[in-house]
């Protein structure tokens, strides 16, 4: 078991995984996707032609869902069985059931008990997962419990300046869509109890980057 977990969560485009994987790298720390997950079983019933809709159908073709990723920053890959799906789960047809495939219980349980082994079996000294339920469900005794947060207009505009072949409205629509769906099933816009917000809406890359080291290293202390 490795020795901290620092748990982030907060809404698309807060700058989750970027800034996750910038603090495991500045730690020597491993690095979790949980998202990807999520989005990996949506790339598979996408692949399997099951309705993304249909609760009990996504439910039955988790037994076959064998999921892998890598938790070295600096290594970053997820795979479906032999296939790399590292780009493909990034598609905007993936981007769009992935609210489906989450909002099932059996889902959410099944991958949670995935993310709990690859913690538990890190041998780095330190992970950092990210994802929307992180501090409250899948690590809610975590280190560091983190909810990084920026106004929807800065995560908009972070968001089509990634995804240039896209029009900036489509961007922002599909985010908003995804959002309102996703909080229905977790709370990931108001910190918990012990969860301390950083609200990186006026801070540059670099400067969330160590607020949230300040967070680790603050709890560390603890
Ligand atoms: N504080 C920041 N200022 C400017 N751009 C940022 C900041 N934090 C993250 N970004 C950029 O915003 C984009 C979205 O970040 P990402 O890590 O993918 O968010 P999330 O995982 O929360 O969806 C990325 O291109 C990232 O480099
Ligand atoms: N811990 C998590 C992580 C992701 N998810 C789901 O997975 C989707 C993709 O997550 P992501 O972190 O890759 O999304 P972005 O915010 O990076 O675009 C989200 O829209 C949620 O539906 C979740 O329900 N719980």
Do not use: C
Not at 155 to 170: G, V
Request: charged share 25%; no cysteine; proline share 3%.
């Amino acid at each position: 078991m490795t020795e901290t977990v620092v748990a982030v969560d907060g809404p698309a485009g807060s700058g989750k995984s970027s800034v996750s994987k910038a603090a495991a790298k500045r730690l020597g720390f491993d690095y979790l996707d949980t998202g990807a997950a999520y989005r990996a079983l949506s790339w598979y019933v996408l692949d399997g032609n099951i309705d993304s809709t249909d609760a009990a159908a996504v439910v039955a073709s988790l037994p076959g869902f064998r999921y892998t990723i890598g938790t070295d920053p600096f290594g970053y890959h997820v795979r479906v069985g032999e296939t790399d799906v590292t780009d493909s789960i990034r598609e905007p047809r993936v981007t769009a059931v992935v609210s489906n495939i989450a909002r099932v219980p059996e889902v959410r349980s099944h991958v949670t008990g995935i993310f709990r082994d690859i913690i538990r079996d890190s041998v780095a000294p330190g992970i950092v997962v990210e994802g929307r339920d992180i501090t409250t469900v899948v690590a809610p005794d975590a280190t560091a419990r983190i909810l990084l947060t920026a106004s929807e207009e800065a995560r908009m505009s972070r968001r089509s300046a990634e995804l240039a072949s896209e029009s900036a409205s489509e961007v922002a629509s599909a985010l908003q869509k995804r959002d309102r769906a996703d909080s229905r099933v977790v709370d990931f816009m108001t910190a918990a109890a012990g969860v301390t917000t950083v609200d990186s809406t006026t801070l540059n890359f670099d400067e969330t980057v160590d607020a949230v080291l300040d967070v680790i290293r603050t709890s560390q202390k603890t």
